[in-house]
């Protein structure tokens, strides 16, 4: 079973999201959002008025970044298994860079891993011909609330009347991750 289908049996959790909404321009990137989190990223959704609205992700101590025109360029219209993909490229005059993008930098089929600070800017490339851009991002995420009590439901659910075994031997430093998954490890390691 995986951890999606795991998830709701557990405790310690909670589904996280937000919804931040800024305005941008050329001259400086704005954060948009800042926050350690712990736990699983589902996805991430971006509007814009701009094509050149830029989007900064950091996660895990990597930095990307995306803009709804270069999703567009790479022809990122149909979902990936795990990646980036523009919903909705509407961009009225090749004159003007203005009109309605849809953008998800940052899909995936299965939650993967983030903890640590998570970072987004907003910004505005210099290819824009617009001096400024509204943006908005939609963060979706399964965050550890409670982590002995999210570890010791897991071991509950995968193990039942040994669960208090594992518990007992877990308070012991080296084993303390004993019979919980890997997907799981990652998080808290």
């Given at each position: 079973?995986?951890?999606y289908?795991?998830?709701?049996?557990?405790?310690?959790w909670?589904?996280y999201?937000v919804?931040?909404q800024?305005t941008?321009?050329?001259?400086k990137d704005?954060?948009?959002?800042?926050e350690e989190?712990k736990?699983?990223?589902?996805?991430i959704?971006?509007?814009?008025?701009?094509?050149y609205s830029?989007?900064?992700?950091?996660?895990?101590?990597?930095?990307?970044?995306?803009?709804?025109?270069?999703?567009?360029?790479?022809?990122g219209?149909?979902?990936?298994?795990?990646?980036?993909?523009?919903?909705?490229?509407?961009?009225p005059?090749?004159?003007?860079?203005?009109?309605?993008?849809v953008l998800?930098?940052?899909?995936?089929?299965?939650?993967?891993?983030v903890?640590?600070?998570?970072t987004?800017?907003?910004?505005?490339a210099?290819?824009s011909?617009?001096?400024?851009?509204?943006?908005?991002?939609?963060?979706?995420?399964?965050?550890?609330?409670?982590?002995?009590e999210?570890?010791?439901?897991?071991?509950?659910?995968?193990?039942?009347?040994l669960?208090?075994?594992?518990?007992?031997?877990?308070?012991?430093?080296?084993?303390?991750?004993?019979?919980?998954?890997?997907?799981?490890?990652?998080?808290?390691?």
């Amino acid at each position: 079973m995986s951890l999606y289908e795991m998830v709701p049996f557990l405790e310690g959790w909670e589904y996280y999201e937000v919804t931040k909404q800024k305005t941008a321009d050329k001259t400086k990137d704005v954060i948009a959002y800042s926050e350690e989190c712990k736990g699983w990223l589902l996805g991430i959704d971006m509007i814009s008025d701009d094509a050149y609205s830029r989007i900064t992700l950091t996660y895990l101590g990597s930095t990307y970044k995306i803009t709804p025109h270069a999703a567009f360029l790479y022809s990122g219209a149909l979902p990936p298994p795990f990646g980036t993909y523009i919903y909705s490229y509407i961009r009225p005059s090749t004159l003007s860079t203005a009109g309605v993008y849809v953008l998800s930098p940052l899909t995936s089929a299965y939650p993967f891993a983030v903890r640590g600070l998570v970072t987004f800017l907003f910004g505005l490339a210099q290819e824009s011909t617009q001096a400024s851009t509204m943006m908005g991002v939609n963060f979706l995420a399964i965050r550890i609330t409670n982590e002995e009590e999210f570890i010791r439901s897991v071991r509950k659910f995968r193990y039942g009347r040994l669960a208090p075994l594992f518990e007992f031997l877990g308070h012991i430093p080296v084993l303390k991750f004993l019979g919980v998954p890997n997907e799981i490890k990652k998080v808290f390691k």
